[in-house]
């Protein structure tokens, strides 16, 4: 079983749609937890991060870790085409382990 | 200022053959790494370096070497590649663990090993 576990999607949502990310992991170990968003043919780029259990809020992106149930999100409001990319989760502890990531796909 | 570079963009290897991929960072960070990025199994970690001179194995570190002589140049080495190293390979660089800032993505290096 893998630490991190993604859905590798693909997703394919209309423009202006609510998009919803999530990974799980079974490390209690983890403290960070951070989003980057993968342009095609380009190096991952944080998004976010988050440090133990809530919410963090960034414009249109909102970022949730609930550590009781093992349980990452990412939430895109009023999505827009140039969020087409691939998204990974991101977690660490004494290690660092990233999801598989996700296709994300906004069509005008 | 560039940010983190990779050196080259792509290559094509025959099994057997060795190469040195070159990462170059312009931000005076610390701590360097290597990963490789496949489909479905995300990136995971090859080596890294802590500082100048150092090195420490990650995930995945079997058939790879790296080298860190000066503190913006973080190497990685293929010794005698095979068709299981083909891959995409990103060298990331981040100023201080323990904050845990963000890690800085260079633009990867595609390998093809036949």
């Known amino acids: 079983q893998k630490e991190v576990e993604q859905d590798p999607g693909p997703l394919s949502v209309p423009e202006g749609a609510i998009v919803s990310l999530n990974c799980t992991y079974s490390?209690?170990?983890?403290?960070?937890f951070m989003w980057y968003r993968q342009y095609s043919r380009k190096g991952p780029e944080l998004l976010m991060y988050t440090y133990s259990s809530g919410n963090k809020e960034d414009g249109r992106f909102t970022a949730q870790v609930d550590k009781s149930s093992k349980y990452i999100s990412l939430f895109i409001r009023d999505s827009q085409p140039s969020d087409s990319a691939t998204y990974l989760c991101?977690?660490?502890?004494?290690?660092?382990?990233f999801g598989a990531g996700t296709r994300l796909t906004v069509k005008p | 200022n560039a940010g983190v570079t990779q050196t080259p963009k792509f290559r094509v290897l025959k099994t057997g053959q060795s190469m040195t991929l070159l990462c170059a960072q312009d931000?005076?960070?610390?701590?360097m790494y290597w990963y490789r990025q496949d489909p479905g199994m995300g990136l995971r970690l090859i080596h890294y370096?802590?500082?100048?001179?150092?090195?420490a194995k990650g995930e995945v570190p079997d058939g790879y070497n790296v080298s860190r002589l000066k503190k913006q140049n973080f190497l990685l080495g293929l010794e005698s590649a095979a068709p299981s190293q083909t891959s995409v390979y990103f060298c990331?660089?981040?100023?201080?663990?323990?904050?845990?800032?963000?890690?800085?993505f260079g633009p990867g290096t595609r390998l093809l090993v036949l």
């Open positions: 490390n209690s170990a983890f403290q960070y």
């Open positions: 990331a660089s981040r100023l201080d663990r323990v904050i845990q800032e963000t890690q800085y």
């Open positions: 991101a977690m660490s502890g004494y290690d660092m382990r």
């Open positions: 931000m005076n960070h610390e701590y």
């Open positions: 370096s802590v500082g100048e001179g150092t090195t």
